[in-house]
C-alpha cells in the first residue's frame, strides 16, 4: 500500500542550526503539507503547496521556515535559525486533492538542544 | 475560528467492550471531516472520513457518525481490543478559503485491558 515516507525519524540539533526534513508524498497526490505537533499538543498545520508553490501556511510559518519540492518525489522543509521552541514531532501528508482523504507519514522528531 | 474538542481526554475499558468517542466543532461549515490513530511516539493513520453531505461511514469495526449542524461526530469501536489501544484525533476540514488544513482536536487516549 503507497505510504507517505519521512527522514529522518529522529534529528538532534544545536540551537541555532538549521535543519532540512525529507518526505516522500504519496506518488499520484497532488497537494503536499507540514504540520507539527508540539510534545502534549494539537497537531497543526503549518503550509500546504499544491503546483510547485505554498497555496497556504499557518501564522506559524514564517520566514524562518521554507518549503521545497526540488525534485518529482522529495518534498522538503527548511527550518533555519532553530530554537529550543521549535523541538516537535514535524509530520509530513499528502493528498490527491486538497479536499480528500489526508495521509501522514511517520514524522521526524525534531529535538533542538 | 474553528475549535475541535474531543472528549473524554482518556478513556480506558475492558477487552470486548463496544465504545463511542466524540468529537465536537464550533464552525459547521466544514467541507469534512478524518478520524486518526495515533500510537505513541509514531505517525498519524487515518481512519475514516466523512463528506459533509454524509451522515457515516463504516471500517470493520469502526463506525463514524456526523452531525453537521450539531457540530459533534462520533466514532463508534465495536468489540474493543487490546490492540485498538492509541489515541484517536479527529480533525475537521473547512470549507471555503483553505484546501487540505485540517483542524485537530487534542484526542482521546484510549487504554483497552485484557
Known amino acids: 500500500e503507497p505510504e507517505v515516507t519521512q527522514t529522518p525519524s529522529h534529528q538532534v540539533t544545536q540551537m541555532g542550526q538549521e535543519v532540512i526534513l525529507r518526505c516522500v508524498p504519496i506518488?499520484?497526490?497532488?497537494?503536499f503539507y507540514w504540520y507539527r505537533q508540539i510534545l502534549g499538543q494539537k497537531v497543526e498545520f503549518l503550509v500546504s503547496?499544491?503546483?510547485?508553490?505554498?497555496?497556504?501556511k499557518s501564522e506559524i510559518f514564517d520566514d524562518q521556515f521554507s518549503v521545497e519540492r526540488p525534485d518529482g518525489s522529495n518534498f522538503t522543509l527548511k527550518i533555519r535559525s532553530t530554537k529550543l521552541e521549535d523541538s516537535a514531532m514535524y509530520f509530513c501528508?499528502?493528498?490527491?486533492?486538497?479536499?480528500?482523504?489526508?495521509?501522514f507519514g511517520q514524522g521526524t522528531r525534531l529535538t533542538v538542544v | 475560528k474553528q475549535e475541535v474538542t474531543q472528549i473524554p481526554a482518556a478513556l480506558s475499558v475492558p477487552e470486548g467492550e463496544n465504545l463511542v468517542l466524540n468529537c465536537s466543532f464550533t464552525?459547521?461549515?466544514?467541507?469534512?471531516l478524518q478520524w486518526f490513530r495515533q500510537d505513541p511516539g509514531k505517525g498519524l493513520t487515518s481512519l475514516l472520513l466523512?463528506?459533509?453531505?454524509?451522515r457515516e461511514q463504516t471500517s470493520g469495526r469502526l463506525n463514524a457518525s456526523l452531525d453537521k449542524s450539531s457540530g459533534r461526530s462520533t466514532l463508534y469501536i465495536a468489540a474493543s481490543q487490546p490492540g485498538d489501544s492509541a489515541t484517536y484525533l479527529c480533525?475537521?476540514?473547512?470549507?471555503?478559503?483553505?484546501?487540505?488544513?485540517?483542524?485537530f482536536g487534542k484526542g482521546t487516549k484510549l487504554s483497552v485491558k485484557p
Open positions: 466523512i463528506q459533509s453531505s454524509q
Open positions: 480533525a475537521v476540514r473547512e470549507r471555503g478559503g483553505s484546501q487540505g488544513n485540517l483542524i
Open positions: 506518488s499520484n497526490h497532488l497537494y
Open positions: 464552525d459547521s461549515a466544514i467541507y469534512n
Open positions: 501528508a499528502s493528498g490527491y486533492w486538497g479536499n480528500t482523504e489526508a495521509f
Open positions: 503547496f499544491y503546483n510547485n508553490e505554498i497555496s497556504e
